[in-house]
């Protein structure tokens, strides 16, 4: 379990810093969702493998919905958390400190309204 746990935390942070786009797999362990940041406008969406049609298989890709869509413009980036049925990952701004959560909800990857930590009610 440490070890998944690990190579999850990995595969989340290891990009280039010229790379456009940010990869980071679905902590759940019976999933085979991989998420996707744009790095500078913090839009998400998601693929995975799927069955349709009787066919071998195919890439079902979920696009951006409520809140996953492009962003103030900063430094994003994902992170999973070590929650091995959680399908949902968060989306993080280097820059600002704010986090949202990120999931696929029907057809659409949606996010939350980004937080920060430390923010008084």
Same mark, same amino acid.
Do not use: N, Q
């Given at each position: 379990m440490k070890n998944f746990a690990l190579v999850i935390g990995l595969l989340c942070s290891t990009s280039s810093m010229a790379a456009q786009f940010e990869f980071c797999p679905a902590p759940q362990t019976d999933l085979n969702r991989i998420y996707r940041v %744009?790095?500078?406008t913090g839009e998400v969406g998601a693929c995975q493998y799927g069955q349709k049609d009787g066919s071998y298989g195919?890439?079902?890709?979920?696009s951006a919905g409520e809140g996953a869509g492009p962003s103030e413009a900063s430094e994003y980036g994902l992170m999973a958390s070590r929650h091995e049925?959680?399908?949902g990952v968060f989306r993080v701004d280097y820059r600002s400190g704010a986090m949202s959560i990120c999931y696929v909800f029907? %057809?659409?990857?949606?996010?939350?309204?980004?937080?920060?930590?430390?923010k008084k009610p």
């Open positions: %744009d790095r500078v195919v890439t079902i890709c979920y049925h959680e399908a029907e %057809d659409h990857v949606v996010c939350t309204a980004p937080e920060k930590s430390g």
